[in-house]
């Protein structure tokens, strides 16, 4: 291997060892990119001069500012340390895991970037998540679907507060009662456990998808006694007064002491008054919400 040409004095100090390919060089100005063209080349022996090929090689690096807060770079950790060698026998399979930290409190690792031999799979991608909840950040953080969990054993228990009873659990991982459909849990009672006028609350186990609800007081329900949640309405119409008068009476005296021409009808008219009083209606409506 050998420097290539055509960018001069792209990166300075950079220093190439050619028995294993790689590069070792100092970016040291920020913000600004610098070149780097590599000629690979293979020669029939130490001492030939003339390559048999020659392929060209060209990079691009972009230099980061160092945060003032942090000054420490990212360091590989664990069994292999940073630029090991790894012999593999052929015909076996290889695994390693390489992990790296970063140097500074509150900085974190985007992304892992990395050249592999050719048939080399990633099969496993871990990260280190370092997070401290608040009380208000309680609940699902990324609004999605529900699912069945992929494990068993992870139970919903549905309890009578007024005796403190159990009186029902599912599997949510395998109970056929449960169904998961968009944003909703469906759960079906074949006999229903419930007492009237009871209440309930429902509680979750902790599993490796979820954390646990062990609150009676997060998830309450009552069931309707339709005895004590009937409602009566009474409408009273109050007794009515009328007057009724009566056809006027009349009574007729002759005055003999007058003569028949001259006859006077003297008479007495009498006026009856009834008072009548009507029943007290009473109306009675019973209403009942189901």
Same mark, same amino acid.
């Given at each position: ?8 004095? @792209? ?5 190439? *060892? ?13 913000? *600004? ?57 052929? @015909? ?10 970063? @140097? ?75 169904? *998961? ?19 309930? *609350?429902?509680? &979750? ?12 007081? &997060? ?8 005895? !004590? ?12 007064? @009328? ?36 029943? !007290? ?10």
């Amino acid at each position: 291997m050998t420097n290539g040409a055509g960018v001069c004095s @792209g990166i300075l100090g950079a220093v190439l *060892y050619t028995n294993n390919c790689t590069i070792v060089f100092t970016l040291t100005v920020n913000a *600004y990119y610098a070149a780097v063209t590599v000629q690979i080349e293979d020669y029939y022996s130490s001492s030939s001069t003339t390559p048999m090929s020659s392929v060209p090689l060209e990079f691009l690096f972009y230099g980061y500012t160092t945060p003032v807060d942090c000054s420490a770079q990212p360091s590989i950790i664990g069994v292999r340390p940073n630029r090991a060698y790894i012999g593999t026998p052929i @015909g076996t399979n290889v695994t390693e895991y390489v992990i790296a930290q970063v @140097g500074c409190t509150g900085k974190t690792i985007i992304d892992f970037t990395s050249s592999s031999p050719v048939g080399m799979t990633k099969r496993i991608y871990q990260i280190v998540l370092s997070w401290i909840p608040v009380a208000d950040q309680y609940g699902p953080q990324v609004p999605k679907s529900v699912g069945c969990p992929t494990h068993n054993g992870t139970y919903i228990h549905f309890t009578d507060s007024t005796s403190n009873t159990l009186v029902q659990s599912y599997d949510c991982g395998s109970a056929p009662e449960i169904t *998961y459909t968009g944003f909703t849990v469906v759960i079906r009672f074949p006999i229903a456990p419930w007492t009237i006028g009871h209440s309930y *609350y429902v509680t &979750f186990d902790s599993g490796p998808e979820s954390a646990p609800i062990a609150s009676s007081l &997060f998830w309450v329900f009552n069931i309707w006694d339709p005895s !004590l949640s009937s409602t009566t309405t009474t409408r009273t119409t109050p007794p009515t007064t @009328g007057t009724v008068t009566t056809r006027g009476l009349s009574t007729s005296t002759v005055n003999t002491l007058l003569t028949t021409t001259g006859i006077i009808i003297t008479g007495t008219s009498t006026q009856t008054t009834t008072t009548s009083t009507s029943a !007290l209606i009473t109306t009675i409506r019973k209403n009942k919400f189901f």
